[in-house]
């Protein structure tokens, strides 16, 4: 890829005059602190956005200057008390929602209570209720998924893999059950494979006020008796590529998804307009979590992101998402899509939240050129970048950068072509967003890091169907160790590599298929043999449409290790077990920090000194390429818990490359974005469409 310049913006200085802004009211807003220390570490428990909430007057979907209220989401330490809830109630706050996957509520509260309750020593954080928006058959042949099928046009079935009997749950705008792509014959009998479905969105009476205080009106489709419950039309299409049944004929390739005989879990927590809150998606992944057991849901996917400068450990949604895998579930999400700025110039610290959060599987968008051969596959222009860009403010008033690597693998994003909903706002919009046929055998295109995410969401199903052991973790070490590396890419454009499902499924198949069930008897240690009884390691290379390349061989680890060497998957490695976070020096089990907790076993290979003279912007193929000629360190007595790949503050690079904070959202429903072109044109600006609205790259 060809780039004259490139760019991360900083925001220190606006975040230091808000912060000085905010001391300042203090003692206005809150009953006197006792000391300056006081007032600041107040101010430290609250975002970025509620911070500016003390001093602004702007209208936003979570702060109503009319009323001095905010919409937050208060985090506790420990499970919210009754006393607590009485508090918030006296204080004339509302309590709208109380959550399971975090120790949390969302309150309506007064603008002058916040630093009350940020100085509370059982409260942890305060977070805006921000907007949360979405961010072929070719696709098949492009990511290897054809290897693993056959499909018997007698019998109108496949043999192989085909994500039969896992659950696939889509957390977005709806799924249009009655879409061909959802039932058996082409739904022909009415027998949809979307097997569940709760709508959260509905219930947000606030964002709906909001809209329409705006002029926007968003319509359920199932008022008007269209029997569709996907106004806007997002969550079909991600739905049709993740697990989408459209088998070609003579003249017609087809658009299959990844899995096309998964079951489909319809979570609805974005409305007609591809518009819902943080908290909605909370709610979401709260329902998934309490649910799963009844559906087989073993994968989630995010094809959405919100803006959050918060460091991981603290932001709710990344929270949430964290609490998912914990419990099970592979959780797939979007990596964003701002690689690129305004003026066309690559951004680099521009992951959304949940994707900054380690234990997901983020995924990047790359070019397939509609070509089956991956020789010239490429990283989108607006595929977010790494280093993640969250941060936490410590005793001192200085900020701690998260700067993991990510994204963590690339998929096919760019022109994919799926489900699209019967009468959807998008295509209403955007006629030229349809591509194919109509009612409910109509196809649309689009492209972004939200289409990109349920390819993977789908190949996550297929490896679930070929090893049901599997962990969300070891989900994600299989997929970057087999990925493909991106002609040009560095670790923070490509993650590890371009999705390789035939790679992936080969490994999984040689592993143990005990290992999610020997965790949780508590049977299994680190050293354990990892292969099951007989298997050893696959080939480390791949042929697909007629081209062979070696796999990358590398995964990343403790948010900024690289690892390296098959005694990754010969031995069992605590990071598997998917309740354990590891980050840097920091390991935690079920969110509660551990102590002689060996993480890798020896004789894994640390490749963190290949990367050393270029940091986060090491060449993916470079990398590989030192791994196989034997390059790195074998460790001899584990890993060393320590701050892995650095990237220093202030590195000044080609034509001056300065760092992102974070992606940074005023919160309203404007985006700077809006609707791209191929080439590179917009075409609206205005109200928020998703990331996928982007009709792509030539």
Known sequence: M???????????????????????????????????????????????????????????????????TVRALIQTYGPVSSSFIKAIKAAGGTVVRQFTSINGVLVDLPVSQLLTFAAR??????????LAQETASHLEVATG?????TYNSLLGSFSGLDGSGIGIAILDSGIMAGHSEFGSLGNLLNLSRVTAKTDII???????????NLGIVSTALNLLGLNNDDGYGHGSHVAGTAAGRSIGTTTSRGFDGIAPNANLIDVRVLNGRGLGQTSDVIAGIDWVIANRASYNIKVMNLSLSAASAETYVT??????ARRAVAAGITVVAAAGNYGKTSTGLEQYGSIGSPGDDPTVITVGAANTHQTDGRADESVTYFSSRGPTRGYSIDASSVKNYDNLLKPDLLAPGNR?????????????????????????TAFMQLSGTSIASPVVAGAAALLLQKNPGLTPPLIKAILQYTAQQVTGANIVQQGAGLLNIEGAVRLAGALRTDVSTAISKGTIKVGDSLLRSGAVMPTQSSTLAGQNFSWGRYIFAGGSHILAGAELFNRYQAIYNPAIVWVRDRVTINEVPATNTQVITTKVVEADALASSSGVFTNGGALASGIASGQGIVLSQGI????????????????????????VSSGSVVAA???????????????VLSESSNLGEP
């Open 416 to 440: 994919i072509i799926a489900s699209e909903s019967k009468g959807s706002w998008l295509v209403s919009q955007y006629p030229q967003l349809h591509y194919t046929g109509s009612g409910n």
């Open 202 to 212: 509905s219930t947000n009476t606030n964002l709906a006020q909001y809209l329409l």
């Open 640 to 663: 060393v818990l320590s701050e892995g790949i650095v990237l220093s503050e202030g590195i000044v690079l080609s034509e001056g490359i300065v760092l992102s904070e974070s992606v």
């Open 145 to 149: 998924a054809d290897t693993v099928r």
């Open 673 to 687: 974005e809006g609707i791209v072109l191929s080439e590179g044109i917009v075409l609206s600006e205005g109200i």
């Open 121 to 130: 020593t059982d409260v942890e954080r305060l977070s805006a209720d921000h």
């Open 315 to 320: 932001d709710p949604l990344c929270r949430a």
């Open 2 to 68: 060809l780039i004259d310049k490139v760019v991360i913006r900083k925001f220190a200085g606006r975040k230091a005059l808000t912060l000085l802004l905010a001391l300042a009211l203090v003692s206005t807003l809150a009953p006197a602190f006792r000391t300056r220390a006081d007032q600041s570490a107040a101010l430290n428990k609250m975002s970025p956005a509620l911070q500016q909430a003390l001093t602004s007057s702007q209208s936003l979907v979570w702060h109503d200057p009319s009323k001095q």
